[in-house]
C-alpha cells in the first residue's frame, strides 16, 4: 500500500529565509503527488501539483516542488518565506489508476517567526 | 459560485447518537469524497463517489455512510456515534476521478462525548 511520510512535525524559519519541507512516499510505481497547505481553521488548498513532464513544478505563492524518482521524494521549496506562510502543510500521493483517491502525509506545521 | 460548502461547521453528539454531515458543490464535479483529519495523521479517505449512483469506500470507512443521488450532494452518515469518530471531517470535489484538482470544503468539528 501507499504510504507518505513527512519526517519533520514542526519546522520554524524566520521571515526571508528559505524553506524546504520534506516529502518521501513509498508506492510501486510512479503516482500523482500534491502538497496542499491548511491555514488555521480553514479547508485545503492545493499549492502545486505533478502529474508527469518537467520534475520541478511551480506553484501558488512563491512555491515549487521537485519530484525525485531515485528518492521517492516530492520536497516543496520556498526561497524567501513571508509570516503569511505559517501553516500547515501536507503532502499527498495519488494512484495512477484512481488520481483522486489521495493518501496523505501526517503534515508538517511551519512557524514564521519576525 | 460557492465551491464545496459543508454544514454544520460544529457539532456535539452523544455516543449512539445519528446524524449526517452534508456536502454540496455547485461546479458540476463527479466527483466527490470524504476526508477525516485527526492530529498527526494527515487526512484519511472515508468514501468517495464518481458520479451520482456510485459510491465506494475508503481507508477508513467503518461506521459511516454515504450515498450520492445527485452530482450536487454527498452526506456523510453517522449511524451510532463513537469517541472514536470525533474529529474534522472535510469534503472534498473534483471536475472527473482522474488527474484533477480537488476542492476541498471549509469542514465539519464533531466531538463525540
Known amino acids: 500500500a501507499q504510504s507518505v511520510t513527512q519526517p519533520d512535525i514542526h519546522i520554524t524559519v524566520s521571515e526571508g529565509a528559505s524553506l524546504e519541507l520534506r516529502c518521501n512516499y513509498s508506492?510501486?510505481?510512479?503516482?500523482?503527488l500534491f502538497w496542499y497547505v491548511q491555514s488555521p481553521g480553514q479547508g485545503l488548498q492545493l499549492l502545486l501539483k505533478y502529474f508527469s513532464g518537467d520534475t520541478l513544478v511551480q506553484g501558488i505563492k512563491g512555491f515549487e516542488a521537485e519530484f525525485k524518482r531515485s528518492q521517492s521524494s516530492f520536497n516543496l521549496r520556498k526561497p524567501s518565506v513571508h509570516w503569511s506562510d505559517a501553516a500547515e502543510y501536507f503532502c499527498a500521493v495519488g494512484p495512477m489508476e484512481y488520481g483522486n483517491k489521495l493518501v496523505f502525509g501526517a503534515g508538517t506545521i511551519l512557524r514564521v517567526k519576525s | 459560485n460557492a465551491g464545496v460548502t459543508q454544514t454544520p461547521k460544529f457539532q456535539v453528539l452523544k455516543t449512539g447518537q445519528s446524524m449526517t454531515l452534508q456536502c454540496a458543490q455547485d461546479?458540476?464535479?463527479?466527483?466527490m469524497s470524504w476526508y477525516r483529519q485527526d492530529p498527526g495523521m494527515g487526512l484519511r479517505l472515508i468514501h468517495y463517489s464518481v458520479g451520482a449512483g456510485i459510491t465506494d469506500q475508503g481507508e477508513v470507512p467503518n461506521g459511516y455512510n454515504v450515498s450520492r443521488s445527485t452530482t450536487e450532494d454527498f452526506p456523510l452518515r453517522l449511524l451510532s456515534a463513537a469517541p472514536s469518530q470525533t474529529s474534522v471531517y472535510f469534503c472534498?470535489?473534483?471536475?472527473?476521478?482522474?488527474?484533477?484538482?480537488?476542492?476541498f470544503g471549509p469542514g465539519t468539528r464533531l466531538t463525540v462525548t
Open positions: 461546479m458540476n464535479h463527479e466527483y
Open positions: 508506492y510501486g510505481a510512479t503516482p500523482y
Open positions: 472534498a470535489s473534483s471536475l472527473l476521478a482522474g488527474a484533477y484538482e480537488q476542492y
